[in-house]
Nanobody
Framework: QVQLVESGGGLVQAGDSLRLSCAAS????????MGWFRQAPGKAREFVCG???????YYADSVKGRFTISRDNAKNTVYLQLNSLKPEDTAVYYC?????????????????WGQGTQVTVSS
């Protein structure tokens, strides 16, 4: 059974940092695209960033320069470093994995999802 488990969310102040982790189990994802998405209350789920198996990364404009995605294939884990957090970054953050393929942005392309971790940024 494939599982993605996120951790590391919390309540922080604007300008603070957080590091989210996504641990995968049930299969190895070392050659799969991994992504982070987020969903704020009353809004649609949106792409945050993604990383492929050769560690090429892609970011939404809203987080570029502040967030960093990385992966440790030996640990089957993906990380998201969130710096210079803003109140508008408040959302549930989801880790996702593609079964196959190379595109990063469309949530419909991802087959596996974690349960999400809450990030709340106060002003």
């Amino acid at each position: 059974q494939v599982q993605l488990v996120e951790s590391g969310g919390g309540l922080v102040q604007a300008g603070d940092s957080l590091r989210l982790s996504c641990a995968a189990s049930g299969r190895t994802f070392s050659r799969n695209v991994m992504g982070w998405f987020r969903q704020a209350p009353g809004k649609a789920r949106e792409f945050v960033c993604g990383i492929n198996w050769i560690k090429t990364t892609y970011y939404a404009d809203s987080v570029k320069g502040r967030f960093t995605i990385s992966r440790d294939n030996a640990k089957n884990t993906v990380y998201l470093q969130l710096n210079s957090l803003k109140p508008e970054d408040t959302a549930v953050y989801y880790c996702a994995a593609r079964r196959a393929g190379t595109q990063l942005i469309n949530s419909l392309d991802y087959a596996y999802w974690g349960q999400g971790t809450q990030v709340t940024v106060s002003s």
